[in-house]
């Protein structure tokens, strides 16, 4: 079996050319493609900030946030295309977060946001799955850090292959029925913005991932749902969700 | 053993405490004042978790007043953050609260999933100590503590030392302190925690896994204080280790650029 670095993709169709052949998706084993730490980003679409309302004016917050809210996804909660997400019998049904994932190709601290994107690798599609929570005042550990709750991939496009990452359409299908649509022209802060104003506090090494955010509303699936994101020019990924067998 | 990794000589080396000075893996011996010293963990595969508690010590003399959460506060760190021992944080100039937090630092040494609290200290590799800095300044209430407020680069200094688990008699009764300057600013208990290690290993592996090398940071005690640029900061854990960090403002980074 191969295990190539790089193989030739067309992310609309989901062909993939491995060693020479032509091969669909669904009939490769993936890994999960990136490395690094996995850093998410709260709050990031301007819907989700107008589902909050006027809540965001009250305690416990008790103010719209200035800075970008960022949480991490753990190692633990990657999970590679067609892997199972395992929702344990307390977990009656997840939300399907569709995220752009920005893979960081260069160290990066303090940049411009017109230089920010000298520092993208590439981008991946990711799948940051949590429990329903309503409030936003605390990390949300147990919601978001269960095992397998974060499916990235398949694959990284390089930078260069894609165009701007700015008006990319994001589809949420669950058992093939569009359940969401979205762009990432609304995002609050676009890709450069947010890379600059999360290094002007922390740095960013090669691997990492930043998550562009979540849009409002994400749909909610269960045990037996098959969920599957898509990020226009980026790629698609599938995966399937499983009620944990009782030990 | 109390493990550590250093630079010595411009290479990277995994040492142990050789009576007040360091024996290296090649067998030298070596003074601690020679070396750059490393948080003492071992590199993970993938980054390793590391999980940090909000308020977790209860305060014997605000015991009436104390109501304990019925759930522990936990939020998660990267590894940009961490830092050894006799290393430099900044403290940004526009910062007006900036304190430390003298915290047991426990790392994972097995994969664990679903441990009970019985069992939870067999998956302890060791301990270290760790200065978990906070900048009061960037506190919002979204995801609190943000990483703004927890996550800056080398906030989170740690070690020196990685002390074997089976050399930690009992892990929830060590003494810890801090001094500013020489002066101590800082006094508690491991005793003193609310949520213990046996729990966070249990409450933690109940819904994810663990893997060797991840953290966890089990709060702070009362006592916190700002600090300022050329402040010594040390905290220190009875048994485990004292860990020197020394403040500096922001003019440090822009004479290295």
């Known amino acids: ?247 | 053993m109390r493990r550590a990794r250093v630079l010595w000589r411009g290479a990277l080396h995994d040492a142990c405490d050789a009576g007040g000075r360091l024996r290296l893996d090649t067998g030298e011996l070596v003074e601690e004042a020679d070396v750059a010293w490393l948080p003492p963990l071992a590199p993970t595969e993938r980054p390793r978790t590391i999980f940090a508690l909000g308020p977790n010590y209860a305060d014997p003399a605000k015991e009436l007043a104390f109501k304990a959460p019925e759930e522990p506060l936990i939020f998660l760190k990267a590894e940009n953050t961490l830092i050894g021992h006799r290393e430099q944080t900044q403290r940004p100039a526009d910062a007006t609260y900036m304190h430390y937090e003298c915290e047991l630092a426990v790392v994972i040494g097995r994969t664990a999933r679903r441990v009970t609290r019985a069992d939870a200290y067999g998956y302890v590799a060791g301990y270290t100590v760790a200065n978990d800095y906070a900048i009061r300044d960037y506190l919002e209430n979204y995801y609190a503590p943000n990483l703004r407020v927890k996550n800056r680069d080398g906030c989170t200094p740690i070690g020196p030392w990685l002390v074997d688990a089976a050399d930690v008699r009992n892990p929830m009764n060590l003494r810890m302190s801090t001094t500013v300057n020489g002066s101590v600013t800082q006094r508690g208990s491991t005793g003193d925690m609310v949520f213990d290690i046996a729990f966070l290993i249990a409450y933690l592996s109940s819904f994810m896994t663990l893997s060797p090398g991840d953290l966890i940071l089990t709060g702070t005690p009362d006592g916190l204080v700002g600090v300022h640029p050329g402040d010594e900061v040390v905290t220190e854990i009875g048994g485990i280790g004292r860990l020197v960090n020394t403040i500096v403002g922001d003019e440090a980074l822009s004479e290295a650029a």
């Open chain 1, 1 to 247: 079996m191969s295990h190539p670095d790089r193989i030739e993709v067309d992310a609309t169709d989901g062909t993939v050319r491995i060693d020479g052949r032509s091969t669909r998706v669904g009939d490769v084993d993936w890994d999960v493609p990136t490395r690094g730490t996995v850093f998410g980003t709260l709050l990031n679409y301007r819907g989700a900030l107008t589902v909050l309302g006027n809540a965001v004016d009250a305690a416990p917050y008790p103010a719209p946030p200035i800075a970008p809210v960022l949480y991490i996804k753990p190692a633990n909660t990657w999970a590679a295309w067609g892997d199972p997400i395992v929702l344990p019998p307390a977990v009656a049904a997840v939300e399907i977060g569709a995220a752009l994932g920005i893979v960081i190709g260069t160290t990066v601290r303090g940049v411009s946001e017109q230089e920010a994107l000298d520092c993208v690798a590439g981008y991946t599609v990711v799948n940051d799955v949590c429990e329903p929570h309503a409030s936003l005042h605390r990390p949300a550990i147990r919601e978001r850090c269960r095992d397998g709750f974060c499916p990235i991939g398949p694959w990284v496009i390089a930078r260069h292959e894609m165009r701007s990452p700015d008006a990319l359409k994001l589809r949420v299908l669950v058992n093939g029925e569009l359940a969401a649509e979205n762009t990432t022209a609304n995002l609050i802060r676009p890709v450069a913005r947010l890379i600059a104003d999360v290094t002007e506090f922390m740095t960013l090494s090669p691997g990492d991932v930043l998550l562009a955010g979540v849009p409002e509303n994400s749909p909610r699936a269960h045990a037996g749902d098959r969920v599957r994101v898509e990020i226009e020019g980026v790629g698609a990924l599938e995966n399937a969700l499983t009620a944990e067998r009782s030990s």
